[in-house]
T-cell receptor, first 115, second 112 residues
Framework: NAGVMQNPRHLVRRRGQEARLRCSPM?????VYWYRQLPEEGLKFMVY????????ESGMPKERFSAEFPKEGPSILRIQQVVRGDSAAYFC?????????????FGEGSRLTVL | AQRVTQPEKLLSVFKGAPVELKCNYS??????LFWYVQYSRQRLQLLLR??SRESIKGFTADLNKGETSFHLKKPFAQEEDSAMYYC??????????????FGQGTILTVHP
């Protein structure tokens, strides 16, 4: 089992461009979580998805950010019209359908730099 | 709203010394608490959970509901314990299964 795979690992965008971050959960996992780590801050919850459903997006900024987890393919976190404040590490985590006692399995993260 | 606070951003100790990483939480319901660790160039991974009452790599953590704390302790720190440590809280009764609220993290450095 390769674990949670995130790509790209590093992404550089200019202000106003779009950023797309991908996350493939562990095999057999159908729950995906996205977290953001800003410089000097901890991990902040953004969104929780199951296949084809957004369950909890209480941590997502109201504008420019969206997430999906289609029936086929990876989960995607999309940031439109990026600004410098979006520069951060974005982590994806997954868990199996029936949970794992609260354990989340994390990817290595995608580091977004906005110039 | 639930919140997790780790008051120390940085913590340095010498090898063989005791170490305690502090974690306080605020939550109105019945919480489940966890410690996650991220070693250099590795993924964030679960270290231990309070319901298991286990000792992992010599670390223990006791949930103190009166003080709303879940401090991580080890009697004799080792150099390989140097890492970033996150305390996390899970909403045990909520609908967002598995959703964790993390503290700000503490970077532990164990000097030889």
């Amino acid at each position: 089992n390769a674990g949670v795979m995130q790509n790209p690992r590093h992404l550089v965008r200019r202000r106003g461009q779009e950023a797309r971050l991908r996350c493939s959960p562990m095999k057999g996992h159908s729950h995906v979580y996205w977290y953001r780590q800003l410089p000097e801050e901890g991990l902040k919850f953004m969104v929780y998805l199951q296949k084809e459903n957004i369950i909890d997006e209480s941590g997502m900024p109201k504008e420019r950010f969206s997430a999906e987890f289609p029936k086929e393919g990876p989960s995607i976190l999309r940031i439109q019209q990026v600004v410098r404040g979006d520069s951060a590490a974005y982590f994806c985590a997954s868990s199996p359908p029936r949970g794992s006692g609260g354990e989340l399995f994390f990817g290595e993260g995608s580091r977004l730099t906005v110039l | 709203a639930q919140r997790v606070t780790q008051p120390e951003k940085l913590l340095s100790v010498f090898k063989g010394a005791p170490v305690e990483l502090k974690c306080n939480y605020s939550y109105s319901g019945s919480p489940e608490l966890f410690w996650y660790v991220q070693y250099s160039r590795q993924r964030l991974q679960l270290l231990l959970r309070h319901i298991s009452r286990e000792s992992i790599k010599g670390f223990t953590a006791d949930l103190n509901k009166g003080e709303t704390s879940f401090h991580l302790k080890k009697p004799f720190a080792q150099e390989e314990d140097s890492a970033m440590y996150y305390c996390a809280l899970k909403d045990a009764g909520g609908t967002s299964y598995g959703k964790l609220t993390f503290g700000q993290g503490t970077i532990l450095t164990v000097h030889p």
